[in-house]
Nanobody, 119 residues
Framework: VQLQACGGGLVQARGSLRPSCAAS????????MGWYRQAPGGQRELVAI???????NYADSVKGRFTISRDNAKNVVYLQMNDLQSKDTAVYYC??????????????WGQGTQVTVSS
């Protein structure tokens, strides 16, 4: 199983980006999908997570600005990021809990996509 993320970039403050992450390979189904980020010198932190049935949870710092969504038919997760601020600058990683068989689940990570917000 591989996760391929894309859609990061350089944007001005108060701008928007919509990175996506697609899973491919031997996939039976996917449970939670999420986005994490890691700023320079910082630890990786949860940004948003979405369950298979669409329940979501967000970090307080992004509530009201970011929206996570998924397409179960395509095994893709999206992160709509609005009103971006300099504090959002980080490498963004997608994560998926993938069942390769009905009983075996494993956590996979994408390669990361850089988001840089200029003030």
């Amino acid at each position: 199983v591989q996760l391929q993320a894309c859609g990061g970039g350089l944007v001005q403050a108060r701008g928007s980006l919509r990175p996506s992450c697609a899973a491919s390979g031997s996939i039976f189904s996917i449970n939670d999908m999420g986005w994490y980020r890691q700023a320079p010198g910082g630890q990786r932190e949860l940004v948003a997570i979405i369950t298979r049935d669409g329940s979501t949870n967000y970090a307080d710092s992004v509530k009201g600005r970011f929206t996570i969504s998924r397409d179960n038919a395509k095994n893709v997760v999206y992160l709509q990021m609005n009103d971006l601020q300099s504090k959002d600058t980080a490498v963004y990683y997608c994560n998926m809990r993938v069942l390769t068989t009905p009983r075996f689940e494993y956590s996979y990570w994408g390669q990361g996509t850089q988001v840089t917000v200029s003030s």
